[in-house]
């Protein structure tokens, strides 16, 4: 059909080849910078540790026995027991899952509720905009562990099973969060409805949800990556602060900031430091390799630095 | 002669600004026909995009405003339409292409992506089915290897490609118009002339109306039939592209003509008139074009031109030297 229309030739193409897609860029990028790879490998080995590692353990999460209480790591108990004779490592790794998984579902919320409304917002503007960013305001305003203390002990006070406290606590946590990736996407979103791009859509008679989630949220990615990263050690940090004062995760179910609050006392503090070491060193090697990975991410996806 | 696609009738855009009120469009009317290319010229300012986007209407909100006058598609008025009857005529009857192509596609979807959209969208196809058409749309602007462009991502494509897409995508639902608000300014020469072939081959096999803004009078000469010069706002001047080139009436368009382009042959940016556009805010009520032009009476400067032919029924101008009552005054 288009005989007589000189038909752009391949040497166009070659050349596009050599140019590489921006996530190859930020892969390169990322895998230079030493720091974020010494995060990632720390955050890989935590993963495998925790959910891997208590398939090799000869212990059990319940085995009481009190003639074993307090002991000193040892041969068979690598991280020594507590209180109750329970083996330290095994716990750990358990509680890692736990901490872990409230991490990421708690971000996973942060992410659906923050971008969804601050695509909306930015994309809407005036009235709406106004409205979802006065309602992230007093968010913002409310100092969260405060909060997050309240929430706790009214789930205390409702007297939820333990087992599935840890659901109510992603779900809290999750929603408090929505504010800082909420404005982050909102001001991305501002800036990207004036492109030409956009103004294009709306030529084709495009539909507003199609606009928001398929053409304009997509462009955010790089944001809402960095965001989220950075969220989940927060999260993580927020959920050991709770089950430090018992009202996250409380026991039976172990979680790292419950663990040491088991050595809440000065005899235990001084005289069995393997009681809170362990975990205490998990929430402090989890979050430093995340914000190390978030720091790295930030710097591959940012389109202004070169290289 | 072929029946009428679009008429705009006294078309008036304003916008409110905090200096005034800016006529954009100020009391506007033509006519494109069926299987005709009408190009609008005229300086930069001087509303052509305006218009365009006001028969999309797509204006902005404030602070723009259609205020008043009609625009009628297929004898209906697309003023009177709701949102959402306008979003069906958009990219299905009535579609679009900007001036910019780096800028128009979204950088991070797939080109098929963007190409099945309006077709899913409009003609309701399945993917699979979009797949195929969109396929043969990258075929007809002129593409080779449709399939390898059909999963590429715009920034693996240069200029000319990108607006040849652009192209495919506002072809999509076969539309009755298409609108090319300066299509070719941002792409280098020879590039220019193929996206231009291209287009006068669709139109000849699709037939397809267009509606083509330009600054270039060399592009005017080589695609219009017809053509409508604006100045400040308002038409002063239209034609059938011959007839324009040949007897130009209005002292603008004389001007432009000066530096006169040789048909199928390129021209840079149109010949410039001395003197400034004037200021678009709170216009008087006189010809807008009195203090630059050489032939300026007494009564331009207070009244303004009616807009009606001279002689031929095609040919409208709008100015006193045309006019008998001019003495009366
Ligand atoms: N959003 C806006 N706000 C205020 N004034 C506007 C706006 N858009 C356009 N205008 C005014 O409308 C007038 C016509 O603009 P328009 O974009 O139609 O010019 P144009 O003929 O397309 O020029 P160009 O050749 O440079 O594209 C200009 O004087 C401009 O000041
Ligand atoms: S009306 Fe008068 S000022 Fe305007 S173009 Fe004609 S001669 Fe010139
Ligand atoms: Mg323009």
């Known amino acids: 059909m288009s005989a007589d229309v000189m038909p752009i030739t391949e040497n166009k193409n070659t050349k596009a080849k050599a140019v590489d897609t921006p996530w190859k860029t930020a892969m390169r990028r990322f895998t230079r910078n030493k720091l974020a790879v010494i995060g990632f490998i720390m955050i890989v080995f935590m993963f495998i540790l925790c959910f891997i590692g208590p398939l090799f353990s000869p212990h059990n999460l319940f085995d009481y026995s009190l003639k074993n209480k307090n002991l000193a790591p040892n041969g068979t108990y690598w991280l020594g027991t507590d209180k109750l004779g329970r083996d330290i490592l095994l716990r750990m790794m358990l509680a890692g899952r736990i901490s872990l998984l409230v991490g990421l579902v708690a971000t996973c919320i942060t992410v659906m509720i923050g971008a969804t409304l601050g695509a909306v917002a930015g994309f809407y503007g005036k009235l709406v905009d106004n409205l979802i960013m006065r309602v992230a305001d007093i968010f913002m305003a409310l100092p969260s562990l405060p909060i997050l203390i309240i929430l706790g002990a009214v789930l205390s006070d409702l007297k939820v099973h333990p087992s599935s406290r840890i659901y109510y606590l992603m779900v809290i946590i999750g929603v408090l969060n929505w504010t800082t990736l909420a404005r982050l996407v909102r001001g991305q979103i501002l800036t990207l409805r004036e492109q030409e791009f956009m103004q294009a859509t709306e030529a084709l008679g495009l539909k507003d949800k199609r606009k928001i989630f398929k053409h304009l949220l997509p462009n955010t990615i790089p944001v809402i990556i960095v965001a989220a990263t950075l969220s989940v050690a927060g999260a993580i940090l927020s959920e050991s602060a709770l089950s430090f004062l018992g009202i996250g995760v409380v026991p039976p179910t172990p979680s790292w900031g419950n663990m040491i609050s088991a050595a809440n006392n000065l005899i235990d503090f001084r005289k069995r430091p393997w009681l809170w070491i362990p975990p205490g060193m998990c929430i402090l090697i989890t979050s430093v390799a995340i914000n190390l990975i978030g720091d790295g991410l930030r710097d591959a996806l940012d389109p202004k630095t070169k290289k | ?329």
Not at chain 2, 46 to 60: D, P
């Open chain 2, 1 to 329: 002669m072929a029946k009428d696609l679009v008429e705009f009738r006294n078309l008036e855009t304003h916008f409110q600004t905090t200096a005034g009120t800016v006529k954009a469009v100020d009391n506007v009317s033509f006519i494109i026909r069926e299987g005709e290319t009408l190009c609008v010229v005229g300086e930069s300012g001087c509303g052509k995009s305006v218009t365009a986007m006001s028969l999309m209407q797509l204006i902005e909100s404030p602070p723009g405003k259609i205020v008043g006058g009609e625009i009628l598609f297929e004898g209906e008025d697309l003023l009177k339409l709701s949102k959402r009857e306008m979003s069906r005529i958009r990219g299905n009857q009535i579609s679009m292409i900007f001036q910019e192509p780096m800028s128009s596609l979204n950088p991070v979807l797939t080109i098929g992506n963007q190409i099945s959209e309006p077709l899913m969208l409009h003609m309701l196809l399945d993917r699979k089915a979009a797949k195929k058409r969109a396929i043969e749309l990258i075929n007809l602007v002129g593409i080779s290897r449709p399939e390898k462009i059909f999963d590429s991502y715009p920034h693996e494509l240069s200029g000319g490609m990108r607006q040849r897409i652009m192209i495919a995508i506002a072809l999509s639902c076969d539309p009755k118009l298409l609108i090319a608000d300066e299509p070719t300014t941002a792409l280098d020469v020879t590039i220019q002339a193929q996206i231009l072939d291209l287009m006068r081959d669709i139109k000849q096999k699709l037939n397809t109306s267009i509606l083509l803004i330009t600054h270039d009078l060399g592009v005017v000469a080589e695609m219009a039939d017809y053509v409508v010069v604006m100045y400040a706002g308002k038409v002063i001047e239209e034609a059938p592209v011959l007839e324009l080139f040949q007897d130009p009436q209005h002292p603008y368009t004389k001007g432009l003509l000066k530096a006169k382009p040789i048909i199928n042959q390129k021209q840079e940016r149109l010949y410039s008139i001395p003197g400034q556009v004037p200021n678009p805010i709170d216009l008087e009520d006189n010809c807008h074009f009195h203090d630059r032009c050489e032939f300026c009476m007494d009564i331009c400067k207070v009244k303004q031109p009616p807009f009606r032919s001279h002689g031929k029924d095609t040919h409208k101008s709008a100015c006193w030297l045309y006019e008998e009552e001019r003495e009366v005054l």
